[in-house]
């Protein structure tokens, strides 16, 4: 009888070290690059800058020696403070929205066409059309909605805004404070619109291959999901009845095994 309770006790102990932990190869990430330095590797890194699309917000600061001159062609909206005795008006510059025909329209140039066009290539293009009226002149084109979402077993999700041209999937992920341990980090899915078609992607943290992805770096409004691992998935399923039961049993096996002695 006393041996019995101890198999049923060594028993219970394996199971919940089965379940509770993970293998290594289920976390690390990046897991086949060579450790040492004398076997340094490299990969080509195709990294295309965004351009712009349907429904993006831009902002375009014309810049030039003589700034009355350039006031024209930059757009100012008057923002009001009442917190005060008397409203006080601050000029805000105003972004531009481009429209379904990918269009923004532009002080004195009228209608331009920018889909498809990066920062620097608005940028150029600005100049080269504004130089008949300033001939020193500078153009700044921001891109205003670079966001994306994460979502799932994420320690910090949420929609983020990005301030810089590129970032990647692992930065996009130590932005939101990495995965959970709960996280699958050889299916990361990622959704991409482009050119009115949903793209879905799935990515493995644990390959350096990973860099070779057309998704490794990330467009603006990519939305990336990381999936529940199973443990976690069969911890949400499981009721709290089935958890009172599973302590109720390892309570029962630890007295079963005091009276046996």
């Known amino acids: 009888m006393k041996s019995t309770s101890f198999y049923y006790i060594k028993l219970l102990l394996v199971c919940l070290l089965v379940v509770s932990c993970a293998s290594r190869k289920d976390v690390i990430y990046l897991q086949d690059i060579a450790t040492t330095n004398e076997n340094r590797e490299s990969e080509s890194i195709n990294f295309k800058a965004p351009t712009f699309k349907r429904d993006d917000r ?56 920018v889909l498809g066009k990066t920062r620097i290539e608005l940028e150029i293009d600005l100049e080269n059309k504004l130089k008949s009226f300033l001939p020193d002149v500078k153009a700044n084109v921001q891109l205003v909605n670079f966001r994306i979402s994460m979502l799932g077993e994420i320690n910090k999700p949420g929609e983020y805004t990005i301030n810089r041209d590129k970032i990647n999937i692992l930065q996009a992920i130590g932005l939101a404070g990495d995965l959970t341990i709960h996280g699958k980090r050889d299916n990361i899915k990622l959704i991409r619109e482009k050119n009115g078609e949903v793209i879905y992607y799935n990515l493995d943290l644990r390959s350096k291959d990973i860099v070779n992805s057309p998704a490794y770096y990330l467009e603006q409004n990519d939305v990336v999901y990381v999936e529940p691992n199973k443990p976690q998935v069969n911890a949400s399923a499981s009721s709290p009845t089935a958890s009172y039961i599973i302590s109720a049993t390892g309570l029962l096996i630890t007295i079963i095994s005091i009276l046996t002695r």
């Open 58 to 113: 831009i902002t375009i600061n014309i810049s030039s020696i003589n700034p009355e001159a350039a006031r024209p062609f930059n757009l100012y909206v008057a923002a009001f403070n009442t917190g005060g005795l008397t409203s006080v008006g601050q000029q805000q510059q105003q972004s531009y929205l481009v429209d379904q025909k990918g269009e923004i329209s532009f002080p004195q140039l009228g209608k331009l066409n």
